[in-house]
Protein backbone atom coordinates (compact mmCIF):
# COMPACT_ATOMS: atom_id res chain seq x y z
CA UNK A 1 0.00 0.00 0.00
CA UNK A 2 2.83 2.37 0.86
CA UNK A 3 4.28 2.29 -3.28
CA UNK A 4 0.87 3.02 -4.66
CA UNK A 5 0.24 5.19 -2.15
CA UNK A 6 3.40 7.43 -2.66
CA UNK A 7 2.96 6.70 -6.74
CA UNK A 8 -0.67 8.89 -6.26
CA UNK A 9 1.39 11.30 -4.22
CA UNK A 10 3.92 12.24 -6.56
CA UNK A 11 1.93 12.16 -9.81
CA UNK A 12 -0.53 14.62 -8.11
CA UNK A 13 2.69 16.95 -7.56
CA UNK A 14 3.93 16.54 -10.94
CA UNK A 15 0.57 17.56 -12.24
CA UNK A 16 0.44 20.12 -10.04
CA UNK A 17 3.68 21.46 -11.13
CA UNK A 18 2.83 21.81 -14.67
CA UNK A 19 -0.56 23.48 -13.80
CA UNK A 20 0.47 26.10 -11.50
CA UNK A 21 2.42 27.69 -13.90
CA UNK A 22 -0.04 27.42 -17.04
CA UNK A 23 -2.74 28.95 -14.57
CA UNK A 24 -0.42 32.14 -13.55
CA UNK A 25 0.63 32.34 -17.18
CA UNK A 26 -3.20 32.51 -18.62
CA UNK A 27 -3.67 35.50 -15.94
CA UNK A 28 -0.41 37.00 -16.60
CA UNK A 29 -1.82 36.86 -20.47
CA UNK A 30 -5.05 38.77 -19.32
CA UNK A 31 -3.53 41.29 -17.60
CA UNK A 32 -1.31 42.22 -20.24
CA UNK A 33 -4.93 42.05 -22.70
CA UNK A 34 -6.56 45.02 -20.99
CA UNK A 35 -3.46 46.99 -20.46
CA UNK A 36 -2.80 47.98 -23.68
CA UNK A 37 -5.84 49.28 -26.32
CA UNK A 38 -6.18 45.77 -28.10
CA UNK A 39 -3.63 42.95 -29.10
CA UNK A 40 -3.72 40.00 -31.93
CA UNK A 41 -2.33 37.57 -29.69
CA UNK A 42 -0.36 36.84 -26.58
CA UNK A 43 1.18 34.06 -24.70
CA UNK A 44 3.10 33.70 -21.65
CA UNK A 45 5.33 30.97 -20.47
CA UNK A 46 6.40 30.62 -17.10
CA UNK A 47 8.95 27.79 -15.64
CA UNK A 48 9.73 27.45 -12.03
CA UNK A 49 10.77 24.70 -9.20
CA UNK A 50 9.30 23.94 -6.83
CA UNK A 51 6.15 25.87 -8.04
CA UNK A 52 5.68 26.85 -4.10
CA UNK A 53 7.85 29.42 -4.96
CA UNK A 54 5.63 31.46 -7.37
CA UNK A 55 2.30 30.72 -5.10
CA UNK A 56 4.11 31.77 -1.91
CA UNK A 57 6.50 34.71 -3.48
CA UNK A 58 5.73 35.16 -7.36
CA UNK A 59 9.52 33.88 -7.40
CA UNK A 60 9.62 32.52 -11.71
CA UNK A 61 13.16 31.19 -12.65
CA UNK A 62 12.13 32.13 -16.63
CA UNK A 63 9.41 33.51 -18.26
CA UNK A 64 8.80 33.94 -22.40
CA UNK A 65 6.28 36.67 -23.13
CA UNK A 66 5.38 37.09 -27.40
CA UNK A 67 3.19 38.98 -28.27
CA UNK A 68 1.58 39.52 -31.51
CA UNK A 69 -0.24 42.95 -33.05
CA UNK A 70 -0.03 44.92 -29.56
CA UNK A 71 -1.64 48.53 -29.83
CA UNK A 72 -0.36 51.10 -27.22
CA UNK A 73 -1.07 55.01 -27.15
CA UNK A 74 -2.07 55.12 -30.94
CA UNK A 75 1.07 52.62 -32.06
CA UNK A 76 0.32 49.19 -32.88
CA UNK A 77 3.57 46.99 -32.35
CA UNK A 78 3.92 44.19 -34.85
CA UNK A 79 5.83 42.21 -32.59
CA UNK A 80 7.20 41.96 -28.93
CA UNK A 81 9.08 39.60 -27.35
CA UNK A 82 10.32 39.31 -23.75
CA UNK A 83 13.23 36.64 -22.66
CA UNK A 84 13.86 37.05 -18.92
CA UNK A 85 14.75 35.01 -15.97
CA UNK A 86 15.02 35.89 -11.85
CA UNK A 87 11.81 37.20 -11.90
CA UNK A 88 9.47 38.57 -9.25
CA UNK A 89 5.83 38.77 -10.12
CA UNK A 90 3.42 40.74 -7.28
CA UNK A 91 1.05 38.03 -7.27
CA UNK A 92 -1.42 40.26 -5.13
CA UNK A 93 -1.81 43.12 -8.04
CA UNK A 94 -2.45 39.73 -10.31
CA UNK A 95 -5.12 38.13 -8.59
CA UNK A 96 -6.67 40.96 -6.97
CA UNK A 97 -6.64 43.90 -9.71
CA UNK A 98 -5.90 41.49 -12.61
CA UNK A 99 -2.64 44.18 -13.62
CA UNK A 100 1.03 42.83 -14.36
CA UNK A 101 2.94 44.01 -11.90
CA UNK A 102 6.96 42.89 -11.67
CA UNK A 103 9.28 43.87 -8.83
CA UNK A 104 12.60 42.50 -9.61
CA UNK A 105 13.64 40.79 -12.95
CA UNK A 106 17.63 39.62 -13.10
CA UNK A 107 18.47 39.58 -16.67
CA UNK A 108 15.56 40.01 -19.57
CA UNK A 109 16.28 40.62 -23.22
CA UNK A 110 13.09 42.09 -25.08
CA UNK A 111 13.07 42.92 -29.39
CA UNK A 112 10.34 44.81 -30.86
CA UNK A 113 9.47 44.68 -34.10
CA UNK A 114 7.19 47.97 -35.77
CA UNK A 115 6.37 47.68 -39.34
CA UNK A 116 6.91 50.39 -42.27
CA UNK A 117 2.65 50.99 -42.58
CA UNK A 118 2.26 50.74 -38.93
CA UNK A 119 4.37 53.56 -38.69
CA UNK A 120 2.54 55.48 -41.51
CA UNK A 121 -0.75 55.03 -39.74
CA UNK A 122 0.92 56.17 -36.21
CA UNK A 123 2.37 59.46 -38.11
CA UNK A 124 -0.97 60.22 -39.72
CA UNK A 125 -2.24 60.28 -36.62
CA UNK A 126 -0.29 62.93 -35.38
CA UNK A 127 -1.37 66.20 -34.89
CA UNK A 128 -0.73 68.59 -37.65
CA UNK A 129 1.80 66.01 -39.48
CA UNK A 130 1.03 66.99 -43.02
CA UNK A 131 -0.99 63.99 -44.36
CA UNK A 132 1.30 63.68 -47.57
CA UNK A 133 3.97 62.56 -45.47
CA UNK A 134 5.36 59.34 -46.09
CA UNK A 135 7.81 56.55 -43.94
CA UNK A 136 10.23 54.64 -46.17
CA UNK A 137 11.90 51.99 -44.68
CA UNK A 138 15.20 50.34 -46.71
CA UNK A 139 18.29 48.53 -45.31
CA UNK A 140 19.96 51.33 -42.84
CA UNK A 141 17.84 53.92 -44.25
CA UNK A 142 14.33 55.50 -42.73
CA UNK A 143 12.97 58.01 -45.75
CA UNK A 144 10.67 60.20 -45.09
CA UNK A 145 9.17 62.04 -48.07
CA UNK A 146 6.48 64.57 -48.61
CA UNK A 147 5.51 68.17 -48.84
CA UNK A 148 5.25 70.59 -45.71
CA UNK A 149 4.11 74.20 -45.59
CA UNK A 150 6.32 77.20 -45.42
CA UNK A 151 4.70 80.73 -45.30
CA UNK A 152 1.90 79.68 -47.07
CA UNK A 153 4.00 77.68 -49.62
CA UNK A 154 3.99 73.69 -50.22
CA UNK A 155 7.17 72.55 -50.38
CA UNK A 156 8.07 68.93 -51.27
CA UNK A 157 11.20 67.58 -49.13
CA UNK A 158 12.70 64.32 -48.81
CA UNK A 159 14.86 63.31 -45.67
CA UNK A 160 17.14 60.46 -45.35
CA UNK A 161 17.78 59.05 -41.71
CA UNK A 162 17.82 56.92 -39.37
CA UNK A 163 16.12 55.79 -35.73
CA UNK A 164 18.05 56.32 -32.59
CA UNK A 165 17.29 55.73 -28.89
CA UNK A 166 16.77 58.66 -26.68
CA UNK A 167 19.17 59.32 -23.78
CA UNK A 168 17.90 57.22 -21.09
CA UNK A 169 16.37 54.53 -23.85
CA UNK A 170 12.90 54.58 -22.82
CA UNK A 171 11.84 55.28 -26.34
CA UNK A 172 13.62 55.99 -30.00
CA UNK A 173 13.39 59.05 -32.15
CA UNK A 174 14.21 60.11 -35.73
CA UNK A 175 17.71 61.56 -36.43
CA UNK A 176 17.84 63.28 -39.64
CA UNK A 177 21.49 62.66 -42.02
CA UNK A 178 20.46 64.95 -44.99
CA UNK A 179 17.12 67.02 -46.21
CA UNK A 180 16.78 67.61 -49.52
CA UNK A 181 14.09 70.03 -51.31
CA UNK A 182 13.23 69.17 -55.22
CA UNK A 183 17.20 68.19 -56.31
CA UNK A 184 19.13 70.40 -54.10
CA UNK A 185 20.22 69.29 -50.60
CA UNK A 186 20.25 72.44 -48.25
CA UNK A 187 22.18 72.56 -45.29
CA UNK A 188 21.31 72.02 -41.86
CA UNK A 189 21.39 75.54 -40.46
CA UNK A 190 18.86 76.57 -43.26
CA UNK A 191 16.49 73.56 -42.93
CA UNK A 192 16.11 73.57 -39.14
CA UNK A 193 12.62 75.59 -40.15
CA UNK A 194 11.47 73.66 -42.27
CA UNK A 195 11.83 70.10 -40.72
CA UNK A 196 10.66 70.88 -37.33
CA UNK A 197 6.92 70.53 -38.39
CA UNK A 198 8.53 66.50 -39.22
CA UNK A 199 10.07 66.14 -35.97
CA UNK A 200 8.32 62.87 -34.08
CA UNK A 201 9.62 60.14 -31.73
CA UNK A 202 8.11 57.05 -30.34
CA UNK A 203 7.76 56.60 -26.35
CA UNK A 204 8.77 52.96 -25.48
CA UNK A 205 7.82 53.24 -21.80
CA UNK A 206 4.38 52.34 -21.61
CA UNK A 207 5.06 48.68 -22.84
CA UNK A 208 3.75 45.65 -20.68
CA UNK A 209 7.32 45.09 -19.70
CA UNK A 210 9.62 47.85 -19.78
CA UNK A 211 12.21 48.37 -22.01
CA UNK A 212 15.72 50.63 -21.90
CA UNK A 213 17.04 50.23 -25.87
CA UNK A 214 19.89 49.29 -26.68
CA UNK A 215 20.28 48.66 -30.31
CA UNK A 216 17.82 49.75 -33.57
CA UNK A 217 18.41 48.75 -36.74
CA UNK A 218 16.19 49.74 -39.89
CA UNK A 219 15.72 46.73 -42.26
CA UNK A 220 13.58 46.61 -45.80
CA UNK A 221 10.23 47.45 -44.43
CA UNK A 222 10.74 47.28 -40.53
CA UNK A 223 12.30 49.15 -37.42
CA UNK A 224 13.70 46.84 -34.85
CA UNK A 225 14.55 47.31 -31.54
CA UNK A 226 16.29 45.19 -29.37
CA UNK A 227 16.58 46.05 -25.66
CA UNK A 228 16.86 45.01 -22.01
CA UNK A 229 14.67 45.01 -19.02
CA UNK A 230 15.23 46.93 -15.98
CA UNK A 231 16.58 44.90 -13.18
CA UNK A 232 14.32 47.04 -10.70
CA UNK A 233 10.60 47.97 -12.05
CA UNK A 234 8.34 50.70 -10.56
CA UNK A 235 5.03 49.58 -10.26
CA UNK A 236 2.36 50.86 -12.61
CA UNK A 237 -1.25 51.41 -11.45
Keep these: MLIPGLTVVICVLLVFELVIPRVIGSRLENAIASDVDSIESVRVRLRTFPVINLISSGSVNSMNIDCKGLCSNGLRIDTLMVRASGILIDMQ ?20 VLTEDDLNRYVHGMENMPESIRIQLDPGIAKVTGSVNVAGID ?31 LPSIITDGLISSLDFSLDMSDLPVPVIISEISVEDNVVRIVGRTPGDIEERG
Design 93 to 112: ALTEEGRLALSRIEQGRAEV
Design 155 to 185: INVSLDGTFLAKGDGSGIRYAIHNVQVGNTK
